[in-house]
């Protein structure tokens, strides 16, 4: 086994995880990662906190560089190389040579492809202006920094009010630009429900972000030297001199899909519980692969870095000859916009609703420390529940310093397959410092009991 | 059954919330409760933080007041009624008037004791000194808070490095005091492992707390007006102007024990299940019953807030006619010191090792936030697990900032049965302001497989 060549395309979370792994597991086994990019291993999710000037240096953000792998795990790691082409039949792939513009071919034994996903940057009039970004690599956010350093944009217009709409409204607004936000939904946060996305809404108003629901983007203008002026939507035309594209991600399949790789959930590759896809030795992991939603029972896409990670590990310990599958997913997510946090997990009451789960659910309100304790906020939860068992399917969280993890507890419960009663019977830690007597994740269970 | 007269002995968390579930359920049943001090439901967690002076009056302690229970909930609340007698078979207590010095009779048909726990005090040469004191009440913790004003001590002495001890060595080094802690055993924190417990003494000396283990306490010295001047160990002699004794405490049982009713754990009152007693229609619950500990398997005596709480809520729910258990503990705690904050649940490796479990443990150093991002920290977790099945025995964490409150993710995964492996597959959240991509207690579970 430790003879058959590797290739993995992609040099991010789930590539390089992989890589290690097997580097662990079978230190003379030959692997060649291509990635098209400048970075290995970054955090994405970081960068947001980069562009408000929170975390200094791009480099922050480098987990592990490219000649770091060369050196110290003999990973023959190829930067600014593209693959533009698998031949799954002849098991080997195209590579473009991106600085010398060469085109040159490798086999492989085993193809990982975890070529991660792109920002959504629909074909509109203008979409090219200087000064439009959508994020998704580390470049983009190195991009939009250099912009903002060169061009000292003023007025900046986010189009998406999901996570990464509302983590660079928070970046832009910690650069005192004025901020406005734009999303087709009616809701900011689509992935909560409305009743706790109006807690999200109110709050960044009241922190200065004008927010648009129900206006869809029709397009940009441009002045006279190419840049940004403003953007044209459905209702009006908002004047900005920098726009971020939050308007989700696609899954990078195109180059699988082409070599007959199935493909499923979102457009994702689609693979199995031990991420083998529908072609022999052929992997995928990461945001480019589906995943399986351990609630729906079905695969979904969820782009996120710790389902890559995971991916990463499991394809790595299969790749190199072991046994493990992929857990699957809670959907679990956290985010903050400034003092308010914000997490979910499992099933939000309009999933339960569009699943035709018979489900109740309820939302509560308590402080996040013992009331008299300084320091000590408000916090929501709400809880759904499968009604006659009592079953936990999913809770979310909005509110004060010290809310938002607390939604681990509750996506613990449903992993263990927990019911409401479960959770309020449950020793919680509780100092004044720390929580209330009964912890609010706990007073969310007991009203719904 | 809504005629039987009940009696309730304190008038605390555990009596009051048994007091308050029964007037929901049963609107016209007579409820006297005797309550020997002068407050009724205060938060005893917050003591060292009202005289720390975080806490700006003992009025912010107290969660409802006599007058309300009695005005609102028609409960006949009897503050300054201590009761000295239960007679079984008569179904009668007699009781004193504090104030009035007067005692009378009152009769039963329910009878609960929720008489809580008393700080111990050992019967040693100058114990009385003026300036000593041990913390259990609210009256207590108010004693203390006058005495500082009153004769601003510099130099504390606490004896014993609990949870108590801890707080209050906290405190009043926020209060400027310099402040020495004995304790007889080898280590602070005994429910920690010494390896986890060493993490916090140098955490404490570092702050400026002067800490002498394996010391063990001989006496007080006074001055002459009778004021504590210095502390006597088996080693030394500590000058002190306020000694606070955080030795522990002891279930006020002796009133319940000599009306024939049997004791458990630690001289707790011994209950079943649903919190009855070895007699019939005598209840028991909070600080002075037993509780039936998860893993151990046993019972045992955990004075906590949590679990007055439930005891409180199930006593209620049994004397009111309807059906309720106390659904056992797992002994998770949380405290802090300053910025350094500390949490366990179930087992320590020193409980596996006695209770002669075939264990594995680990403890590893993780960030608490993305490694990156501004105000990350580290945090220490250990994990006890069972050989073989892999099944979650306990957890400690000592951390700064957002580490100790993740302690439920373990208690979480403990109570739903879950195995090192579970702990790895699970969705938890992440987002850099909040967790590396994979949650410290994760890590610790990588480790151990």
């Known amino acids: 086994m430790s003879e058959r060549k590797l290739i993995v395309i992609g040099g991010d979370a789930a590539g390089m995880t992989a890589a290690s792994k097997i580097r662990r597991e079978q230190p003379e086994r030959e692997i060649i990662v291509f990635e098209r990019g400048h970075h290995t291993s970054y955090a994405a999710c970081g960068i947001p906190y980069y562009i408000a000037g929170q975390v ?27 693959v533009i082409e698998i031949d799954a039949a002849k098991k080997q792939v195209k590579v473009k040579d991106i600085e010398k513009d060469e085109v040159y071919s490798e ?63 928070e ?34 108003k009241k922190e200065g972000i004008k927010v648009f629901p129900e206006e869809k983007l029709s397009g940009f203008e441009k002045d006279a030297e190419g840049k940004i002026k ?27 899909a082409a070599a007959g790789v199935k493909l ?14 529908s072609v022999p030795h052929i992997w995928a992991a990461g945001d480019c692969a589906e995943s399986y939603h351990l609630l729906k029972k079905q695969q979904v896409f969820v782009p996120l870095g710790t389902v890559a990670n995971k991916h990463g590990q499991v394809a790595g310990i299969n790749i190199s000859g072991g046994k493990a599958e992929f857990p699957g997913v809670l959907g679990t997510a956290i985010t903050k916009f400034r003092k308010l946090e914000i997490s979910r997990t499992g099933l939000s009451e309009r999933e339960a609703k569009e ?54 507890t509750i996506a613990t419960a449903i992993t263990g397959n927990m019911t409401v009663q479960n959770l309020v019977d449950m020793d919680l830690s509780y100092a004044p410092p720390f929580s209330p007597v009964w912890d609010p994740v706990q007073i969310a269970a007991r009203t719904l009991l």
Chains 1, 2 share one sequence.
Request: proline letters at 4%; charged letters at 25%.
């Open 56 to 82: 200094k240096s791009e480099e922050d953000l480098i987990a592990r560089k490219p000649e770091v792998f060369r050196e110290k795990q003999n990973i023959d790691v190829r930067i600014r190389h593209e």
């Open 107 to 169: 086999t492989w034994d085993d193809l990982l492809i975890a070529t991660g996903a792109s920002a959504v940057k629909p074909d509109l009039p203008g979409i090219n202006a200087k000064g439009v970004f959508a994020l998704s690599s580390l470049q983009s956010g190195i991009d939009v920094f250099n912009y903002m350093k060169k061009n000292n944009p003023e007025k900046a217009l986010i189009v998406g009010g999901g996570y990464i709409g509302i983590e660079m409204a």
């Open 171 to 204: 970046a832009l607004l910690d650069r005192d630009m004025d901020v406005t936000l734009i999303d087709m939904a009616p809701q900011v946060m689509t992935t909560m429900d409305k009743d706790m996305a109006e807690l999200i809404l109110e709050f960044m």
């Open 230 to 256: 403003s953007v044209v939507t459905d209702k009006q035309n908002h004047p900005a001199d920098l726009v971020i594209l939050g308007m989700g991600v696609k899954p990078n399949s195109e180059l699988a």
């Open 264 to 277: 499923g959930a979102g457009n994702a590759i689609c693979v199995k519980k031990d991420l083998a896809t």
């Open 355 to 408: 699943l035709g789960l018979d489900y109740k659910s309820n939302t509560i309100e308590a402080t996040t420390l013992s009331s008299y304790y300084p320091g000590t906020g408000k916090m929501s939860v709400k809880l759904v529940i499968e009604k006659g068992t009592g079953r936990i399917l999913g809770g979310q969280i909005v509110g004060t310093s010290g809310s938002a993890k607390r939604i681990d």
